[in-house]
């Protein structure tokens, strides 16, 4: 808000006349924002991460990218625009009562604040449009279904609702710079029951939109417990319904109300919640082939690490042996002929089930040849039974 001190604290009128035994706080007033930006903020980063993973795991695990994956990009893009529309709100006085906001603070809020509820509907579209996509790759592969056609009418239901309301928010005064200057001639509608309408409708679509593919899901053929599982992922649409209900019951409240700059901002609460949890809801079932790759990669990594960190330790002397021997005289060295002679199945290939070039430097030795026949060996030295061969 309009920075006001305390010498023209008794000049500031505010925006909306104080209820009665109330008294405007024009200073400190009591005010959503840090829950707003704390909301928002967490918001973002889930929708901004799951969606990152989901465009990793369609680009280069599964390289299959699709429609789906192509528009839930364009609905984050599109959310975050939205948030920055209510951010701009903030400095004029969104999230506190009106009685508390200078009547100058109320010119701005408006123009920002019908920006953001222009935005506001191709942004919730687009996020829906990306679950419906996902329904018809995931659950009907047949194009000819009735199925398909049931969705396809989801589809084009949410579009033609979603384009008049926000047509009609961009066009509620005519002039529309009456909006926030009442001052001009023209002419507005009442705004308050396009927000119960449209809010009721939303209602409704995410309704279907959670019910639609539980529905699939325990009509196929899968086991119980997959069910169960891929249930609970389709399930975070229940944060859709619950935002959609607060989004009705704050418009109703809104209805007939003067305190705009208030209720406004209980509504982004609700808006901001159903556009994040439908692009949750589109992201959130292609997330687990991401961690389930990424962990496999990472286990054999690991596995690769340890047997090259074994390798490493059997190619060279035995720690123990040197410790034992340290100080000691070494043994005579003796022939590999009397060392074939006096451990006849320890190095011969033939017994193990093994080629030469199987062995492996368990030994402290690296061997070349066919040690069964003595053909040619390369000098190495190698301890047996407290003796010395080369």
Known sequence: MAEVSNATVTEVIGGLAPPPGITPDFLNPYSLQPAMIAMFVFYLLITAITTLLRMYTKLYITKTPGWGDYTACIAMLGYIVYCAC????FPYGAGVHQWD???????????????AEIVY????????????????????PDHSSKSFYVVCGFIVFNFLYLAVSMLFFALQCIPIAMIWDPTIPGHCVDASTLYITVAAII?????????????????????????????????IGIIACVTSILHLVYSVREYGSGDATYVLAQLTFATGGEVASAILC?????????????????????????????????????AHSHEKDSGKKKAPLTSWRRFRESAPNVFRPNHLGLETRDL???????????????????????????????
């Open 121 to 140: 509907p191709p942004v919730i579209f687009l996020a829906k449009l990306s679950v419906f996509l996902q329904f018809i790759h995931f659950f009907i």
């Open 282 to 318: 589109t992201n959130l079932p292609i997330i687990p082939r991401f961690f389930r790759t990424m962990g496999t990669k990472f286990a054999t990594v690991l596995s690769k690490m340890r047997n090259n960190r074994s390798n490493s330790d059997s190619s060279s002397p035995s």
């Open 203 to 235: 209602l409704f679509s995410d309704v279907s939109m959670l019910l639609l593919p539980l529905t699939w899901i325990w009509r196929s053929m899968m086991s119980t417990k997959k069910k169960v599982g891929v249930s609970c992922v389709f399930a």
């Open 101 to 115: 906001v200078p009547l100058t603070d109320l010119a701005p809020f408006a123009r920002h604040a019908i920006v």
């Open 86 to 89: 209510v951010f701009s709100t």
């Open 360 to 390: 492996k430097p368990g030994f402290g030795t690296l061997m070349k040849g066919d040690l069964e026949t003595g053909a040619s060996v390369e000098e190495v030295e190698v301890e047996y039974m407290g003796q010395r061969f080369e």
